[in-house]
């Protein structure tokens, strides 16, 4: 990691302004993880990139607001969680016939647990941190949409 | 060399230094990139929310470490949170030592998991202290009319 004499400011408005999601119709995601740390690092990122954001603590709240009518391009639900977990959320949002893409959140390596998240009915599964590298394949694949 | 170059200076220096230790990595550095003048306060609070959460899972441990009858499980998923919220901020070493850790929880070994709950609480003490005193350095360089620099990554 060096650091450089450029200044933040000029660089991050570059990157704002060049977003095409600035520019047209936002783009809305919901984070759902029980960690507040989490919720805030991702709502960060995606909000970099011209993301509105909402949040949830827990896979419960997540389908609540989409049975309150709630609409989101996209949803980034962590696996583990009290009251209702990722999966079991998953399961219920694709019950309900919600077509955001959904993209699990985890910590866990183990191939199994994914695949049964996966099967719960993501479109994808990343492993936490969320970083910039992760999202922006996933912005241009909703910009081309 | 003015008040301001040299607490630049300083630090930029130890912020490299953080890194080249391996106390921070580049998770770190995206969380940097990610403040800017709408969120100036983006880091420490988040890193504030990591020293809360890791506290008291650092606590649990101790005391489930504590029990006649050790539940391991409850042991591991106390790791594997402090693991993943350690990456989160960039908390290399912590990060590390978790992994080590919870291969103990899966043996169910005490004598092991005793161990690396000290070097875990090494690890996170030293990155909490460093982290403190950059945000100190950090303040005393706005203090002084500067400015924080940028991080590129490597």
Excluded: W
Excluded at chain 1, 58 to 75: C, P, Q, S, Y
Excluded at chain 1, 115 to 140: N, R, S
Excluded at chain 2, 36 to 45: G, H, I, L, Q, R
């Amino acid at each position: 990691m060096m650091i450089g004499a450029e200044g933040a400011s000029s660089s991050k408005k570059a990157r704002i302004s060049e977003n095409p999601v600035s520019k047209n119709r936002p783009y809305f995601a919901l984070v759902v993880d029980d960690d507040p740390m989490i919720r805030r690092i991702h709502s960060m990122i995606l909000k970099s990139v011209g993301f509105k954001v909402e949040v949830a603590e827990n896979g419960k709240e997540a389908v609540d607001l989409f049975r309150t009518g709630a609409k989101f391009h996209i949803v980034f639900i962590d696996m583990e969680m009290p009251v209702m977990d990722g999966i079991e959320a998953t399961k219920a949002m694709r019950a309900m016939k919600v077509e955001s893409k959904i993209v699990g959140v985890t910590s866990r390596n183990s191939e199994t647990e994914r695949e049964v998240f996966m099967q719960a009915g993501l479109d994808l599964c990343y492993t936490k941190p969320l970083t910039m590298a992760k999202i922006v394949p996933l912005l241009e694949e909703l910009q081309k949409n | 060399m003015d008040a301001v170059a040299r607490l630049h200076r300083q630090l930029v220096d130890y912020s490299n230094s953080l890194f080249q230790e391996g106390i921070l990595d580049n998770q770190f550095g995206h969380l940097q990139q990610l403040q800017d003048e709408s969120n100036p306060d983006f880091v420490a609070e988040v890193v504030n929310l990591y020293f809360k959460d890791s506290e008291r899972l650092l606590n649990e441990i101790t005391v489930a470490l504590d029990q006649q009858n050790v539940d391991f499980t409850k042991v591991g998923g106390h790791v594997h949170q402090l693991k993943g919220s350690s990456s989160s901020i960039g908390a290399q070493r912590v990060n590390n030592v978790c992994t080590a850790f919870r291969s103990f929880c899966e043996e169910k070994n005490i004598e092991g998991c005793q161990q690396y709950l000290q070097h875990l609480k090494q690890e996170y003490y030293l990155v909490k202290n460093k982290l403190q005193t950059l945000f100190q350095l950090q303040q005393q360089l706005l203090s002084a009319g500067g400015s924080i620099p940028a991080y590129e990554m490597r």
